[in-house]
């Protein structure tokens, strides 16, 4: 009995050779448009598609192997002879292998705006065959992944033909594989329509990598990205040396990261449990800003998590190297700063390209029975539509401390205070279910005198609490969004303690 293998590909790679050994191996190689085209440039003897329906492509294309002569032969399930004897009648083969990948849709729709263009590229024909196969798995091996040639040649000159076990593990694949096809066309109808938030969401996330176990020993955990990652995002990451990432390193170098990007001038975030411990900046020297860092809180520091907008050099890694840290991220190493690094084997040592550029993107949190889906904190605010709402005005030092302290208060658990000088952190208060007790928490915890600093909240101060508090010990400025009923209370106390007060209008709750 013949052996029929149907190859139609949009990707041609490795496909002569793969079409080759099928050949070799006693495969009669059924094929169609360019395919066919590239397998008789290859030395190959190919039978048209319209060969065997009897029917010519038309349409331009577009209809080539929708017919019973190809689907009866992919969708019979050998193990009944009931289907047998109808091929039979209808002088139909069955084939054993449909090798098949689809037009490149996504890579369309990076490249054009052409709408006409982009529709054409959406495959009809492959994606039946991919199912029909797929479904028929206990008759037929479909093959949609040139990675997988290979392991199908090895598998038929091993046992004569593909094991059950690989055409199950070939179905699964290409059922994914039209899904994730099926995603990308739904969303480029959604984009074309303008909706932000489509009545169905489909999400696409691919394995990177499997996870020792999740926040705590017992829960299982991996890591998936998305499939057009930016090269600045941590499925991008370089990992240089150390122990594998945990789930707790990604969530914190996450973190870690989204905070440095703030910063355009060398910066350095020291982070714990996805809140900053430290946060340091200088007009030149990452060292510097490495130092401001450290010193907010150096005993928080112990096994953070410090992310660097600049590269690392020799001399800051020996600094760094003093402490114990799990994760140090960079945008690069010199050869210096690797070999100090080296001599602690533990520590991970990760290289992601860092820029301050902000774009959208969207938050998604897991609740029982469904996600919630936002856009992500990326708003751009400017100086000049804050407003002072006090008698006492603040100079231009103590707006870019304020500036400085309102960047970072938006990375902080709420409810957040922090207490800031012009370019570091000098106290924070996180997480806390009343913001009086964030300010108490961001003064017990300060490593520095903070008479002089400039405070800020992630949102409105419900009470004059907290202002009375900063006022023991002398914060000269606060920055806050305003809108309470109280606001007007909460202003005199500041007025009653010769602190300024600007108003931004925007709250920035992280929970």
């Not at 392991?151 to 094991?163: R, Y």
Request: some cysteine.
């Amino acid at each position: 009995m013949k052996k029929f293998a149907l190859v139609s590909v949009s990707n041609k790679k490795g496909i002569v050779e793969f079409a080759q050994k099928l050949e070799k191996l006693g495969y009669t190689l059924v094929s169609s448009g360019g395919t066919f085209k590239v397998l008789k440039e290859g030395g190959l003897n190919p039978v048209k598609v319209s060969d065997i329906t009897g029917f010519p492509e038309i349409l331009d294309g577009r209809v080539k192997t929708l017919h019973p002569k190809i689907h009866g032969g992919i969708l019979a399930d050998l193990r009944k002879e009931s289907h047998k004897k109808e091929l039979e009648e209808h002088e139909i083969n069955p084939f054993e292998i449909v090798c098949v990948n689809l037009y490149p849709f996504k890579e369309t729709v990076k490249k054009t705006e052409d709408i006409d263009e982009i529709i054409e590229n959406i495959d009809i024909g492959g994606p039946t065959l991919l199912r029909a196969s797929a479904k028929n798995y206990h008759s037929v091996a479909v093959v949609v992944d040139p990675e997988d040639y290979s392991k199908v040649i090895e598998d038929i000159e091993k046992n004569g033909k593909v094991t059950l076990e690989l055409r199950k593990e070939l179905a699964l694949k290409a059922f994914s594989h039209t899904a994730s096809y099926d995603i990308a066309i739904s969303s480029f109808f959604n984009k074309m329509l303008g909706n932000k938030f489509p009545e169905s969401l489909f999400l696409e996330y691919n394995l990177e990598s499997s996870l020792r176990y999740g926040e705590n020993p017992h829960q299982q955990a991996a890591f998936y990205s998305e499939p057009d990652f930016r090269e600045d995002e941590l499925p991008a990451l370089k990992k240089l040396q150390g122990k594998e990432l945990s789930y707790n390193n990604l969530m914190d170098s996450d973190a870690a990261i989204e905070m440095v990007r703030e910063f355009e001038e060398p910066a350095c975030v020291i982070v714990k449990h996805a809140n900053p411990c430290g946060i340091g900046r200088d007009k030149k020297s990452i060292i510097t800003a490495f130092e401001r860092a450290h010193s907010t809180d150096p005993m928080s520091a112990f096994g953070g998590i410090i992310a660097l907008n600049r590269e690392v050099n020799g001399e800051l890694a020996s600094i760094i190297k003093k402490n114990f840290v799990e994760v140090v991220i960079a945008p690069s190493f010199t050869d210096e700063a690797k070999e100090i690094f080296s001599k602690k084997k533990n520590l991970r040592l990760i290289e992601l390209p860092i820029n301050s550029d902000k774009y959208p993107y969207f938050n998604i949190k897991r609740v029982r029975g469904g996600i919630l889906l936002q856009d992500a904190d990326t708003i751009e605010e400017k100086r000049e539509n804050w407003e002072v709402v006090t008698e006492v005005k603040p100079d231009e030092e103590t707006m870019r401390a304020m500036e400085f302290a309102w960047k970072v208060v938006k990375h902080v658990k709420s409810n957040a205070i922090v207490f800031c000088g012009e370019n570091e952190t000098l106290g924070i208060g996180a997480g806390q279910m009343s913001r009086v007790d964030s300010v108490k928490i961001a003064v017990m915890k300060a490593n520095k005198d903070l008479k002089g600093s400039v405070l800020a909240s992630d949102a409105f101060f419900p009470f004059r609490d907290s202002i009375d508090e900063a006022a023991k010990i002398g914060v000269k400025a606060i920055i806050q969004p305003g809108g309470s009923i109280r606001d007007k209370e909460v202003i005199e106390a500041a007025n009653e303690h010769g602190i300024a007060m600007v108003f931004t209008g925007v709250r920035h709750f992280r929970h």
